[in-house]
């Protein structure tokens, strides 16, 4: 989570094929596997040295962002993650840039300098006069929204401290609304302010601490979501099997709206002798077993608090076979034996995060869905969890931490 307050720029001295190495203070507080926003852009640092970052750049975001046509030499806005204490004025964006603009107009004034932007119609139409907007990662207020653009003011401040000053007609820039606006928009306002009060223990977290906090927060029984750009391009909601509740089913079933299963440390399976699933299985790989009830509830298996007792004693112990009915309406999966040192999965993080918090190897996830049925995506899962006062995190964090 990030401010769009720019104190420094950065200087690009390298392109990679998959990464961007850029000199910076040598006194900003980097570290090696954390986020930082460039141009607007949260990418994460590949390494760290004094005075320089090497970030990783996929080809999604080159894709999605001014960072298709980076050079050398190139001015960069840089800004670190929100931090613990850090005053916040109102402002808050993720470093998920919405779209690319074009500038079609600069005016200079007396109160400093207009620019005019056309952005893509779906964005122009989240953006409010008087609002929030980051432009290439700087927070700025929307002076006006017009019929196919919008613009802002330039203050000598901003143009002092930044590189809005050299935009041109025909510049591209990076845009992203205010995450303020957008959730009190969608009616999540309450839940926004008592998330920002948990800043940075909610929301979109990164590096070693991110990976430590997530794992306190399973630990303690609460969930966490688990982003995976590359083998499914999903969100998931994870908890540890052994402390789950039936009020965590009620909210997987309420609010996270996928399809929840029970990644389980394959020897589990074996043992309570829960078979796979015939066939070849999904295009990514995932060991799906045959689902369960537990033998001893009067109930049908389907109820909130049948799958939470179900899920319990899948990671009980002293479980034995017979405690299962066999189908049922509990999914097992199986990790494999190598956790995310072989698979990046959705199954395999959960199973090395119930690992990393000192529990049974058994985890529950489930896919976050939107109203409309879509998976929810990087933006739209921090919102989420926002929202929920989860913390959330990348598989490629918990790949470089729990591995």
Do not use: Y
């Not at 990464?19 to 141009?39: K, N, T, Y």
Request: charged share 25%; net charge negative.
């Amino acid at each position: 989570m990030f401010t769009g307050k720019i104190e420094h720029t950065a200087i690009v001295t390298a392109v990679e094929a998959d990464a961007l190495r850029v000199q910076i203070d040598p006194s900003a507080p980097l570290v090696e596997g954390g986020a930082v926003c460039l141009d607007g852009v949260r990418m994460t640092m590949q390494s760290v040295a004094p005075g320089e970052l090497v970030a990783t750049v996929t080809d999604e975001t080159r894709r999605r962002t001014t960072l298709d046509r980076v050079a050398a030499g190139a001015r960069l806005h840089f800004e670190l993650p929100v931090a613990a204490g850090d005053r916040i004025d109102g402002h808050l964006v993720q470093g998920h840039v919405e779209g690319v603009g074009k500038v079609l107009r600069v005016d200079d004034e007396p109160a400093g300098r207009r620019v005019w932007i056309k952005p893509a119609d779906r964005l122009l139409a989240r953006l409010v006069a008087k609002s929030s907007v980051a432009v290439n990662g700087v927070s700025l207020t929307v002076a006006e929204v017009l019929k196919d653009r919008f613009t802002v003011v330039l203050v000598p401040n901003t143009l002092r401290r930044t590189t809005l000053g050299d935009l041109a007609v025909g510049d591209r820039v990076n845009v992203e609304s205010d995450l303020v606006t957008r959730m009190a928009r969608e009616g999540h306002g309450p839940e926004l302010l008592r998330a920002v009060a948990r800043l940075p223990w909610t929301g979109h977290l990164s590096g070693e601490a991110g990976v430590q906090k997530v794992v306190a927060q399973l630990a303690a029984g609460g969930g966490v979501v688990v982003w995976d750009p590359a083998l499914e391009g999903e969100g998931d909601v994870v908890f540890a099997a052994e402390r789950f509740r039936p009020e965590a089913m009620t909210f997987l079933l309420t609010q996270v709206c996928g399809h929840t299963t029970i990644p389980c440390a394959a020897e589990v399976l074996q043992r309570l002798e829960v078979p796979p699933m015939p066939g070849g299985g999904d295009r990514q790989g995932t060991a799906m077993h045959v689902p369960v009830d537990l033998a001893s509830s009067p109930g049908t298996g389907v109820s909130a608090a049948d799958r939470a007792a179900t899920i319990r004693r899948l990671a009980a112990p002293d479980a034995v076979p017979s405690d299962f009915l066999r189908p049922g309406h509990v999914f097992p999966l199986a990790a494999r034996p190598g956790l995310l040192a072989e698979r990046k999965g959705h199954t395999e993080a959960t199973v090395a995060l119930c690992v990393a918090a000192g529990l049974a190897p058994v985890g529950v996830c489930c896919e976050v869905m939107r109203p409309d049925g879509v998976m929810a995506q990087a933006a739209e899962l921090e919102q989420f969890a926002m929202r929920w006062e989860l913390p959330m995190i990348d598989v490629d964090d918990l790949v470089r931490w729990l591995s």
